[in-house]
């Protein structure tokens, strides 16, 4: 993606052939080697890094002036601190290896930046041009390092996570690999999220065709066309999301004893799939290769004139495995099991979805989890939430 954005976008290559340091690390442009003064007169160098205004594979007009600083704070010739340039200071982590300290806005007199050449250009002049009184310093070091694309998940920049500056966050979730088993109404909606982070590799399971009623309870809206081609499912899913991504693997086999193995190598699973010994199979496989996952159910049952019914989310791994199966349900050995309905609503499965991937987000340190709760239930008739956190 790095050297794609480069190569289509004007202002980003006029950077790099006229020497600038460049990369594209998430959706920050980040340019190093800046020559600038410290409090102790000493020249450095430092980082700028500006978050990235982007339409697919080429850059927009910036969309902020402001632009962040790693580095100390940036004084002039004399010594005296360059107040008239940092906006504040605050640390802000753009990733694992880079961390701003602060925060610059220098407005243009027209009020905007035309590009990104003019926008790290202007920067630059400011600090370097203090640096160059003191040493023979140039930012135009004409070094080129390319990032290794191959690694990088979507055919896109996504940039959602740079502009709410969780970038550091979001990276918590680029694990190797997730699979996803079952993709009806729950575990289509499983892969709409998981499919929107940083995941390396998806693989999906499912050996049933994509009909008529799975299009009313899955995201997007599927086409007639696409009806009538009666695809697998986890074939139908990886040609809609792999426009957006790469790596997603489709696998049309239902999981069952003979094949449970297959999941044996993933670093996470989403079981998504109705209760019977084939669940079991699958369950006991992750158990035995120590593989973390996560189970869903949703028994929904007519209650007068209306539906009722319970969702479950629950999560197995090491040290938590009798507790979360004796959760679970395997419901073609239990006659009176409450998730052994067919009743499906799309806002139940889009909601029984979002509670496990809110879960797995938990499990990774993307979101605060202050009771480490390992199973929760959703009660739609009252309303309720509840989980077994102590």
Not at 130 to 153: F, K, L, M, N, W
Not at 158 to 169: F, H, K, L, P, V
Request: with cysteine.
């Amino acid at each position: 993606m790095s050297s794609e954005l480069i190569s289509r976008s004007d202002d980003l290559r006029r950077l790099r052939d006229e020497g600038y340091f460049v990369q594209i690390r998430g959706a920050y442009l980040v340019v190093y080697e800046i020559p600038y003064v410290n409090a102790d007169g000493k020249v450095l160098r430092g980082i700028l890094i500006s978050k990235l205004n982007v339409a697919g594979d080429k850059t927009l007009p910036p969309d902020q002036h402001e632009i962040y600083f790693s580095g100390e704070y940036p004084c002039h010739a004399d010594g005296s601190r360059m107040t008239e340039l940092v906006s504040q200071e605050a640390t802000t982590k753009i990733d694992e290896q880079i961390t701003a300290h602060y925060q610059f806005s220098r407005k243009p007199d027209r009020g905007h930046y035309e590009d990104y050449f003019e926008k790290i250009s202007a920067y630059e002049a400011l600090l370097s041009g203090e640096a160059e009184q003191i040493a023979d310093v140039t930012s135009r070091v004409h070094r080129v390092e390319e990032a290794e694309d191959g690694e990088y998940p979507f055919h896109y920049l996504e940039t959602a996570s740079a502009r709410a500056d969780i970038n550091a966050m979001s990276s918590k979730l680029a694990m190797p690999s997730v699979a996803i088993v079952g993709l009806g109404g729950t575990g289509s909606y499983v892969l709409d999220l998981v499919a929107k982070t940083h995941v390396r590799e998806i693989h999906l399971f499912d050996g049933d065709v994509f009909a008529n009623h799975n299009a009313f309870r899955a995201p997007g809206a599927a086409g007639i066309d696409d009806l009538r081609q009666q695809l697998n499912k986890a074939t139908y899913f990886s040609k809609v999301y792999s426009r957006m991504r790469r790596r997603i693997v489709a696998h049309e086999m239902f999981i069952e004893a003979g094949n449970a193995n297959l999941l044996n190598d993933v670093s996470f699973v989403f079981l998504c799939i109705d209760p019977s010994e084939a669940k079991r199979s699958a369950v006991e496989a992750l158990e035995i290769a120590n593989v973390p996952f996560i189970d869903v159910g949703m028994g929904v049952v007519h209650a007068g004139d209306g539906l009722s019914g319970i969702l479950r989310v629950t999560t197995s791994q090491p040290g938590y495995r009798e507790e979360a199966r004796a959760e679970m349900s395997f419901a073609d050995t239990d006659d009176e099991d409450p998730y052994d309905t067919n009743i499906q609503v799309a806002d139940l499965n889009c909601l029984n979805a979002s509670l496990a991937v809110i879960k797995w987000k938990k499990l990774h340190g993307f979101y605060a989890d202050l009771v480490h709760e390992r199973t929760s239930t959703y009660t739609i008739a009252c309303n309720m939430l509840e989980d077994d956190a102590e």
